[in-house]
């Protein structure tokens, strides 16, 4: 069975850094991309990049770029995203999921979703 | 940049057709994806490649494409199916994913 799993919700101050992450099992985690998609309060999905663990190619939106880093261990299965300094606006739920075919495409498995919470 | 435009709500009552469009604004056209989100839950697929329905997926859950619009249509809607609809797609260069801003689909 396929699944990513999230680590648990983070409470931190603004200026903090973090790094969350995303373990995937049931299926062959170096042959997949995984992107990060972003869910503010009340709004929409974003989608914020992209790593294909088998060679760390990774690609980021412009609206996130230089604003997060996208990283994996493929020897631990894992994805992560990470900020060197948070603001009030990353507050947000944020999912990996799995990208389905060859190429970015579309996802078919997603994580629970991890709520980080920005706040002084 | 590539952007996916849909309506913001759509309203139906149970039983009837529920149609969500989504428009992209620039030619050619990459395949769309759609996905239905319940409050407090994560993103399901419904439907990838404008029209096939994944496993476990039911029946009433089908898509079409017209030039640069794609629909997600459900057929005899069901209390169940009150939801958040996002389309989904990528770039002409297959660099980068785009959502559409999401349809809050309410039966009445």
């Known amino acids: 069975e396929v699944q990513l799993v999230q680590s648990g919700a983070e409470v931190k101050k603004p200026g903090e850094s973090l790094k969350i992450s995303c373990k995937g099992s049931g299926y062959s985690f170096t042959s997949y991309w995984i992107g990060w998609v972003r869910q503010m309060p009340g709004k929409g999905l974003e989608w914020m990049g992209i790593?294909?663990?088998?060679?760390?190619?990774?690609r980021y939106s412009p609206s996130f770029q230089g604003q997060v880093t996208i990283s994996a261990d493929k020897s631990i299965s894992t994805a992560y995203l990470q900020w060197s300094s948070l603001k009030a606006s990353d507050t947000a739920m944020y999912y990996c999921?799995?990208?389905?075919?060859?190429?970015?495409?579309?996802?078919?498995?997603w994580g629970q979703g991890t709520l980080v919470t920005v706040s002084s | 940049s590539y952007e996916l435009t849909q309506p913001p709500s759509v309203s139906v009552s149970p039983g009837q057709t529920a149609r969500i469009t989504c428009s992209a604004d620039a030619l050619p056209k990459q395949y769309a994806y759609w996905y239905q989100q319940k409050p407090g839950q994560a993103p399901v697929l419904v439907i990838y490649k404008d029209s096939e329905r994944p496993s476990g997926i039911p029946e009433r859950f089908s898509g079409s494409s017209s030039g640069t619009t794609v629909t997600l249509t459900i057929s005899g809607v069901q209390a169940e199916d009150e939801a958040d609809y996002y389309c989904?797609?990528?770039?002409?260069?297959?660099?980068?994913?785009?959502f559409g801003g999401g349809t809050k689909l309410t039966v009445l």
């Open positions: 999921a799995r990208a389905a075919a060859a190429g970015i495409g579309y996802f078919d498995y």
């Open positions: 790593i294909y663990p088998g060679d760390s190619d990774t």
């Open positions: 989904q797609s990528v770039d002409s260069s297959g660099t980068y994913v785009v």
